[in-house]
């Protein structure tokens, strides 16, 4: 009995090991196809497009039998944008922005102001403020020359991650990187170029967790104050009956226009990214 279990323990391993690079390949892709579609959409990657779709094909740059068929290509399009919202959380600012807005609309005590559409707004504008550099980047060095066939879409998959790798690397904690390459079971890597990349992701929304949570617990001191300050009050004058959230809440809102809240909040938001 012993001895027909280890072949087939091999086995698994073996087929474990081969599937990570195939992983961490797909995950490459898809995070590519999803600046592509970001940029293709900006009006200035409009007109880099429809430039260098006029411009003849260099002959011996993209004619490989590896490139994938355009067909495959839409196809494959077509399958990432259904993953777009959780590809934007997890790889970029907006998990940070998202949990500290929903901490202020929770210490404020208004479950419906603002609204979660506005909320939603709000965050992605700042995401896009935040990213656009990476954007950017990945836009001059990495979309554009792919498609004016000078570079191999492998290349164009390296030079379009080195970007988004940077920003990630830049906010993530070495203690929760550490954690999921123990977990992997890899070797300790020598440089940032040896970390995988579904390795890192994981890792970066962590550690975004982690900040926003920090954040969000700075935001509600001051408002868990007001809070026990009515409270006492209301007891030693016998109001026993009387809900401290009705009379704490325009007091609460009147602090945070007073210091400027949202002014602050933002700004603390882009600083923490800096």
């Given at each position: 009995?012993?001895?027909?279990?280890?072949?087939?323990?091999?086995?698994?391993?073996?087929?474990?090991?081969?599937a990570?690079p195939?992983?961490?390949?797909?995950?490459?892709?898809?995070?590519?196809?999803?600046?592509?579609?970001?940029?293709?959409?900006?009006?200035?990657?409009?007109?880099?497009?429809?430039?260098?779709?006029?411009?003849p094909?260099?002959?011996?740059?993209?004619?490989?039998?590896?490139?994938?068929?355009?067909?495959?290509?839409i196809?494959?399009?077509l399958?990432?944008?259904?993953?777009?919202?959780?590809?934007?959380?997890?790889?970029?600012?907006?998990?940070?922005?998202?949990?500290?807005?929903?901490?202020?609309?929770?210490a404020?005590?208004?479950?419906?102001?603002?609204?979660?559409?506005?909320?939603?707004?709000?965050?992605?504008?700042?995401?896009?403020?935040?990213?656009?550099?990476?954007?950017?980047?990945i836009?001059?060095?990495?979309?554009q020359?792919?498609?004016?066939?000078?570079?191999?879409?492998?290349e164009?998959?390296?030079?379009g991650?080195?970007?988004?790798?940077?920003?990630?690397?830049?906010?993530?904690?070495?203690?929760?990187?550490?954690?999921?390459?123990?977990?992997?079971?890899?070797?300790?890597p020598?440089?940032q170029?040896?970390?995988?990349?579904?390795?890192?992701?994981?890792?970066?929304?962590?550690?975004e967790?982690?900040?926003?949570?920090?954040?969000?617990?700075?935001?509600?001191?001051?408002?868990?104050?007001?809070?026990?300050v009515?409270?006492?009050?209301?007891?030693s004058?016998?109001?026993?009956?009387?809900?401290?959230a009705?009379?704490?809440?325009?007091?609460?809102?009147?602090?945070?226009?007073?210091?400027?809240?949202?002014?602050?909040?933002?700004?603390?938001?882009?600083?923490?990214?800096?």
């Open positions: 009995m012993t001895g027909g279990k280890e072949p087939s323990l091999s086995n698994c391993e073996a087929s474990a090991g081969q990570k195939e992983r961490g390949r797909a995950v490459s892709i898809i995070l590519l196809l999803l600046a592509a579609a970001f940029l293709i959409l900006m009006p200035g990657c409009v007109a880099d497009g429809t430039a260098s779709a006029a411009a094909a260099m002959p011996g740059v993209g004619s490989t039998s590896t490139e994938v068929a355009p067909a495959v290509q196809l494959t399009l399958t990432a944008l259904t993953l777009i919202p959780a590809i934007l959380m997890m790889t970029s600012s907006f998990t940070r922005i998202i949990i500290v807005l929903s901490f202020i609309r929770n404020l005590g208004i479950p419906q102001a603002p609204p979660n559409q506005v909320l939603l707004g709000l965050a992605l504008f700042l995401t896009i403020f935040v990213m656009t550099p990476v954007w950017q980047g836009n001059s060095n990495a979309l020359p792919y498609l004016r066939n000078e570079i191999t879409q492998d164009a998959i390296n030079r991650l080195a970007p988004m790798r940077e920003f990630m690397f830049k906010q993530t904690r070495e203690k929760d990187l550490s954690l999921f390459i123990y977990l992997a079971k890899l070797p300790r020598r440089n170029s040896e970390v995988p990349t579904h390795l890192l992701i994981p890792a970066f929304a962590i550690s967790l982690k900040t926003a949570f920090q954040m969000g617990f700075l935001i509600l001191i001051p408002f868990l104050i007001i809070d026990m009515v409270s006492s009050t209301l007891m004058m016998g109001m026993v009956m009387l809900p401290p009705i009379i704490s809440l325009p007091f609460k809102i009147l602090l945070f226009v007073l210091v400027d809240g949202w002014h602050l909040i933002v700004r603390s938001l882009m600083v923490s990214f800096a």
